[in-house]
């Protein structure tokens, strides 16, 4: 029987009850050990001390080794010993054998907690950290680690807080301040406390590090919508940033771009009309590609249209091609030069920018918001003999969708408005048959009975009416479908104009497999195998808007929410499924 | 005096002796949540910092067995005094590993000379044996004269590289990278009944209600740690690690007279 319930009230301030020898004393001040609470703190005081002492408390330093115990601490054993000693005790049965083997375990542990790092000086990388910055600085060559963290700005190689204190843990640098070293217990308070990463962020990420993942800050602009990848924008994207490292040092003039780069490094182009330059234009086009003022226009908002929409545009974009190259397609000259300059700069763990549609016009062959007046463009973007001129395509637009479109419902409305006033009563001969008023509107009361499906007039003809008619569904799952209040929707659906809020939840990290080490190349590190959002136990439950939004920019890399409880990590993510609606499955 | 850093409502323990003292003598548990030196890079055991639950600070400043802190800012005035000492001991412990180096190669080199001694003994014989086989006698005479050459002047070399005083090379020399601060400093008492921006959980009724939890079970003998991951909010154990027991859930209530009050539930089946 387990004697350690004793039922004591639990009032602060009560007598110390007398101890059982074998149990840990629950009532201080207990007996032995130097580690004592306060002096005077004997068995003849009742209370604990009621205020704190206003003088200020010394903190005692920690173990510094001596020489011989550095000499020892790198001679000793390297493996871990395993956890415990023998199966799993179930209950506390007060056995010696059990009593060992806990004791032996606590020894180990203790042992283990108590040891110091200790590492050749040769073998550290010396590292500074900067907290105007919020940069660690590495002042000697860096080392395996190189590979997967860190980036290079100015020349100089520079770490993340986070993963600066995670080498510092696993012993791979040595961290400056002031030219003194720092300690794990300092830099974790001067490094963690700048408003980059906090403590809980910190935590995930080492956990993911130690596990063998490559984790990297989260940077919204190298999101690229399945869109872009599908044309392999990333691809591109890859050779711009290789070449403008390279360039890192010219200066940031536009007009030394040569024709190798794709044009898009330039200016904040509409990604679809990225896409489609790349797929069309010629690469040896624009020689030297300053851009020119392109117009605005209304860029389409639906996003399922999107698909559709663009291949309707491919067509006309290879006959105007054969018009004229490079088709009018200029580009508008504001934000390019600061464009320039961010992509030269190298990569400052930000790539390329997001695309701005508000200042992109692109010519629009669609049924909405017509676009197809376009200027001539420039000559200087031309060939020698080749002359560009204004052109209208809106002859185009006739022949362009072969395929009857699918109209929305308030089209077809539309539609049949302006048929009713374009048609010609006269022109049904039904209508010729009328001699006078009488019989014609007998027929328009028989169309209408017959359209509204006179044999259940019972049925339709009062203010509740069926909600489908026997013609429009054949199976229960298209029944369903008709009658639906609620349709399937997906988490990033309508997400794209939602605002951030200021405090609100944010994607911390990128977090690359394991196995993809040693093709990892930091400056285009491809696809993450997953985004963490971290948070902890005491915070709310994200909102729908806070999942939309943080969906909608995670793009399509599954998002993880890590959530912190104490030391203890878990993962959690939400899915995106759909019910089934056919009953016979 | 065992004393406890705290910083945004975090309490972190640095020393080894210190978590020691708690799990050991007062029952409290904390979790390590840090790299463990010997093995940094996984994470079935971890190491110091050991954080500790508020609930855990609080009851450890209650019984008056810890002191709690905020984490003191590193002092400006302090700086250059604190580097002089660091660079004075990081000398001192070049000279001292050096002179150490020095001593553990002299000492293997005692140990190669036993060695020597014995190999060239053994050479000797099996020469002396070899010999009335003939044949390449002179070459053998040779090698071994040039194999005596050689294990003759390799003691000497050692020798004279010890004797010359050579140092360590920088590079060689071993530095222990600190976890906790290794040089004392002085920092304002918390008291935790005051909400502050490093202790934000005074007077939140939901950690006082844990709290009051936590003190009751604690006194009871029961071991408790965070249970978040498993949707709840505190594992009890019956003793200190090693045991495994049957889990059952159990609600707790505290009574308004400072009682509180346990249900325990438990799955039954419906055959």
Not at chain 2, 154 to 169: C, I
């Amino acid at each position: 029987m387990w004697a350690g319930i004793r039922t004591q009230e639990s009032q602060a301030g009560g007598k110390p009850v007398g101890e059982e020898p074998a149990l840990r004393p629950r009532r201080v001040p207990a007996g032995g050990g130097a580690h004592e609470a306060r002096a005077g703190a004997d068995c003849g005081q009742m209370e604990p001390e009621p205020e704190p002492e206003p003088a200020a408390v010394e903190v005692p330093p920690g173990r510094v080794l001596s020489a011989p115990e550095l000499l020892a601490a790198r001679s000793r054993s390297q493996k871990l010993p395993q956890r415990s000693h023998g199966p799993k005790d179930f209950l506390p049965d007060g056995s010696a054998a059990q009593a060992e083997r806990l004791r032996q375990c606590r020894e180990e542990l203790w042992q283990l907690l108590a040891e110091e790092r200790v590492e050749r000086l040769g073998s550290l990388v010396a590292a500074e950290w900067r907290p105007e910055e919020g940069f660690v600085e590495l002042k000697s060559p860096a080392g395996k680690f190189w590979h997967t963290m860190g980036f290079s700005e100015q020349g100089r190689q520079l770490l993340h807080p986070e993963e600066a204190l995670y080498l510092l843990e696993c012993g791979s640098i040595q961290l400056f301040y002031q030219d003194l070293p720092l300690s794990i217990q300092e830099a974790y308070q001067l490094l963690l406390t700048g408003d980059t990463v906090n403590f809980l962020q910190y935590q995930v990420f080492s956990h993911l590090k130690r596990l063998g993942y490559v984790v990297r800050r989260f940077q919204p602009s190298s999101v690229l919508s399945p869109y872009e990848r599908q044309l392999n924008l990333d691809g591109y994207a890859q050779h711009l940033e290789d070449g403008t490292g390279k360039r890192k040092r010219s200066t940031s003039s536009r007009q030394e771009q040569t024709a190798a780069f794709p044009p898009m490094s330039l200016s904040p182009v509409n990604k679809k009309a990225k896409g489609l330059e790349d797929s069309l234009l010629p690469m040896n086009l624009a020689a030297s590609s300053p851009p020119a003022s392109i117009q605005n226009s209304q860029c389409p908002e639906e996003k399922p249209q999107e698909s559709s929409y663009v291949k309707d545009l491919e067509v006309p974009f290879q006959l105007l091609g054969s018009l004229e190259p490079c088709s009018g397609l200029a580009r508008e000259g504001r934000g390019c030069g600061q464009e320039s300059v961010k992509a030269e700069n190298g990569v400052k763990g930000a790539g390329k920018l997001r695309w701005n549609f508000e200042q992109i016009s692109f010519p629009n062959m669609a049924s909405d918001s017509r676009h197809t007046l376009l200027a001539a463009p420039a000559p200087e973007l031309l060939p020698a003999n080749v002359a560009g001129r204004e052109t209208d395509a809106e002859s185009w637009c006739q022949k362009l969708n072969q395929r009857k479109e699918k109209l929305s419902r308030r089209e077809q409305e539309q539609q049949a408005e302006a048929r009713q006033f374009r048609g010609d009563v006269n022109a049904d001969p039904e209508v010729q048959h009328c001699s006078n008023w009488r019989e014609y509107k007998e027929l328009l009361h028989r169309r209408h009975l017959q359209k509204n499906h006179s044999c259940l007039l019972h049925l339709w003809g009062q203010p509740v009416t069926p909600l489908l008619s026997p013609g429009q569904a054949d199976s229960p799952a298209a029944v369903l479908q008709h009658i639906s209040v609620l349709q399937t929707t997906h988490l990033a659906d309508g997400a794209a104009g939602l605002l951030e809020k200021p405090g609100g939840l944010e994607i911390s990290f990128d977090v690359y497999q394991a196995d993809s080490v040693a093709m990892f190349r930091k400056n285009s590190p491809g696809k993450p195998h997953a985004r963490m959002c971290i948070s902890g136990f005491d915070e709310p439950v994200p909102d729908l808007c806070s999942l939309k939004r943080l969906t909608f920019q995670s793009g399509d890399v599954p998002l993880i929410f890590a959530l912190m409880d104490h030391g203890d990590i878990s993962f959690y993510s939400f899915r995106d499924f759909t019910l089934p609606k056919d009953l016979e499955h | 005096m065992l004393v406890v850093e705290v910083a945004n409502g975090r309490s972190l323990v640095w020393g080894a002796e210190a978590v020691q003292a708690l799990r050991e003598r007062l029952g409290v548990g904390g979790r390590a949540v840090g790299a463990l030196p010997r093995g940094p890079r996984q994470n079935s055991r971890l190491g110091l910092p050991l954080l500790l639950l508020p609930e855990e600070a609080r009851l450890l400043a209650e019984i008056g067995a810890v002191t709690l802190v905020s984490a003191p800012r590193p002092d400006p005035s302090l700086h250059g005094q604190a580097l002089a000492s660091f660079r004075r001991q990081q000398e001192q412990s070049f000279q001292e590993q050096s002179a150490l180096a020095a001593e553990a190669r002299e000492s293997r080199r005692q140990e190669l000379l036993e060695k020597i001694a014995e190999g060239q003994a053994a050479k000797k014989q099996k020469l002396e044996q070899d010999s009335g086989a003939g044949g390449s006698e002179s070459e053998a005479q040779a090698e071994s004269g040039a194999d005596a050459g050689a294990w003759v002047h390799l003691p000497s070399s050692p020798r004279a590289a010890s004797d010359a005083g050579a140092l360590l090379p920088r590079s060689a020399l071993l530095v222990q990278l600190a976890t906790a601060r290794p040089r004392p400093v002085k920092a304002r008492p918390l008291d935790w009944r005051v909400q502050s921006k490093d202790w934000p959980h005074a007077g939140r009724p939901a950690h006082e209600l844990r709290y009051s939890i936590y003190r009751d079970l604690w006194e009871r003998g029961f071991f408790l740690s965070a249970a978040g991951k498993f949707g709840g909010d505190f594992l009890v154990y019956p003793g200190e690690r090693g045991w495994d027991v049957r889990k059952t859930l159990l609600l707790c209530s505290p009574q308004p007279d400072g009682k509180v009050v346990y249900t325990s539930l438990q799955w039954a089946s419906l055959q």
